[in-house]
């Protein structure tokens, strides 16, 4: 552990407030650096000078009649009934139905089938018809997005031409 | 929670309003200082406590027996305190703007007397000034009432990582203050 690293735990180390297997290595650092030991017993002498001021200087306390007088004040009042708090914690109400539009509108997404355009054959036998030709004569490739369920459909004719269709 | 505190607990709650008093006598004096650094001042130290005992005893029923009493009361000092603060500091900017600054300047230091007292006062007070609020009271809760770090992060309705980070500024910064302003200080407890 080096002397910049120990600048963040020597505060701790001196009133206390770290893991003893810390402790251990920053101690045994100050073995080797005695200018982090130096600090650290100046942290020590800083705690303890602020606890005596602190122990030194108390406050007034209530006199007898003055303690008994604030009692018989607060005894007179009523000890509060337990509030019944029906816990309905609303981030986890709000977590669940938010995930539950979300799977909704996925499932809409993915379960909808493309409408057809109007106008359009979506099939070979249809643009046949639609071309007037034979429907052997007329080959297609279908491409099906898995992610939004977009159909592609690509006609070729016989000469594997793509195939203009309408008029 | 000992077996003695249960009792009255639960005496107090059956009725026996007496056996408050001995419920909160443990306390009276560790609450009081705590209030006192965290004001400054007897009078208004009086005042929080008599504040956190009177909701101790109000809400008394809503304490749960598995958990330790004294830092339920800690924790309701330190929420009185708070308030009580931002009570003072409101009234302050009101009165402010008003003839009757001094007279409430004045009121706010109270009745102590005695040099040497009011001298080691002033030097809690002049280490205690450099501290933000959260660092006041986590410095006041750790160091000076001898809680762990894991009570004074109960107490302060935070993370115990919270009050770590907190009690290192403060200590640096009272170390650095009484090298600076007080070192006499230091020299007699090398």
Redo the contacts between chains.
């Keep these: 552990m080096n002397c910049r690293r120990m600048k963040?735990y020597v505060?701790?180390l001196?009133?206390g407030?770290l893991p003893a297997q810390k402790g251990k290595r920053i101690r045994a650092h100050f073995e080797r650096c005695p200018g982090c030991g130096q600090e650290a017993?100046?942290?020590?002498?800083?705690?303890?000078?602020?606890?005596?001021?602190?122990?030194?200087?108390?406050?007034?306390?209530?006199s007898q009649a003055g303690?008994r007088k604030?009692?018989a004040?607060?005894?007179s009042?009523?000890?509060?009934?337990?509030?019944v708090v029906i816990a309905i914690s609303f981030k986890p109400v709000l977590a669940a139905g938010l995930a539950l539009v979300l799977l909704a509108a996925g499932a809409f997404f993915l379960l909808k089938k493309p409408a057809n355009e109007p106008g359009r054959p979506s099939s070979p036998s249809a643009l046949a018809a639609a071309a007037q030709v034979r429907p052997e004569e007329i080959s297609s490739v279908t491409i099906v997005s898995q992610e939004t369920g977009l159909k592609i459909i690509w006609f070729f004719n016989k000469d594997l031409d793509l195939e203009k269709f309408g008029k | 929670m000992s077996d003695q505190e249960k009792d009255l607990v639960e005496r107090?709650?059956s009725g026996d309003?007496?056996a408050?008093?001995l419920l909160i006598a443990p306390y009276?004096?560790p609450l009081?200082?705590l209030?006192?650094?965290m004001s400054r001042n007897?009078e208004d130290?009086?005042e929080i406590t008599?504040d956190a005992?009177?909701r101790a005893?109000?809400?008394?029923?809503?304490f749960d027996a598995d958990k330790s009493f004294k830092n339920w009361l800690y924790k309701i000092l330190v929420h009185a305190a708070r308030n009580f603060q931002n009570k003072r500091a409101r009234e302050e900017r009101v009165l402010a703007s008003g003839p009757v600054k001094e007279a409430a300047a004045r009121g706010s230091l109270g009745p102590?007397k005695g040099l040497e007292?009011r001298e080691?006062?002033s030097?809690?007070m002049d280490?205690l000034d450099v501290l933000t609020p959260r660092e006041k009271e986590v410095f006041?809760l750790?160091?000076?009432e001898d809680l762990t770090?894991r009570e004074s992060a109960r107490i302060l309705g935070c993370s115990a990582i919270s009050v770590?980070v907190h009690?290192?500024?403060a200590?640096?910064k009272?170390?650095n203050r009484?090298?600076s302003r007080?070192p006499e200080?230091?020299?007699?407890?090398?």
């Design positions: 963040k505060p701790l001196s009133g407030g017993r100046e942290f020590e002498a800083a705690l303890k000078a602020a606890k005596h001021l602190a122990v030194a200087d108390t406050p007034e306390d209530w303690w604030m009692m004040v607060i005894t009042e009523k000890v509060g009934r337990r509030k | 107090v709650l309003t007496a408050f008093e009276r004096k009081l200082g209030a006192y650094r007897s130290a009086r008599q005992f009177l005893f109000k809400y008394l029923r809503n102590e007292r080691l006062r030097r809690l280490c006041l750790r160091d000076i770090i770590r009690l290192s500024a200590r640096s009272i170390r009484i090298k007080h200080l230091m020299e007699g407890n090398k």
